[in-house]
C-alpha cells in the first residue's frame, strides 16, 4: 500500500475538528471566562491590599479585623 493512501486527506481531518457552528458560542464563553478571572484577580488585589494596610495600621482595632 502506497504510503500516500494510509493518510487521511487533509479535509477529513478538518471535518473532524469541525465546531459545529459553536464557534462564535465557545469565543464568547472564553472571552467572559477570561473577564471573569481578570476582574476576581483584581478584587482580590484590592481586598489584600486593604487588609495589608489593616495589618500595618497603628490602630488596634484595624489590626484586630485584619487578623480575623
Do not use: N, W, Y
Not at 472564553?30 to 471573569?36: C, G, M, Q, S
Amino acid at each position: 500500500m502506497p504510503v500516500s493512501a494510509a493518510r487521511a486527506p487533509l479535509d477529513d481531518t478538518l471535518t473532524m475538528i469541525d465546531l459545529h457552528g459553536f464557534g462564535a458560542q465557545l469565543a464568547a464563553g472564553t472571552a467572559l471566562t477570561v473577564e471573569l478571572a481578570l476582574a476576581s484577580a483584581a478584587f482580590g488585589l484590592l481586598v489584600g491590599l486593604g487588609m495589608a494596610a489593616l495589618k500595618l495600621s497603628k490602630s488596634r482595632g484595624a489590626r484586630i479585623i485584619a487578623d480575623t
